[in-house]
């Protein structure tokens, strides 16, 4: 059992953890982001398409 509450003790000091967490929130929100920044440039590009088809018409 001291082999367990030193091992407890070791996690609850080590920095990795946290780390691995602040890292996994910002690869969330740079894929959001990135998510947002693609939607909006298809919709841009869509409604640019939409007027150039409609003043060939």
């Not at 407890?8 to 947002?36: H, K, Q, W």
């Amino acid at each position: 059992m001291p082999a367990f509450g030193s091992a407890v003790l070791r996690f609850l000091e080590s920095e990795d953890g946290p780390t691995a967490v602040e890292y996994a929130i910002m690869l969330a929100l740079i894929l959001v982001a990135c998510i947002n920044i693609v939607t909006t440039l298809g919709r841009s590009a869509s409604s640019t398409f939409s007027r150039v088809n409609n003043a060939m018409s």
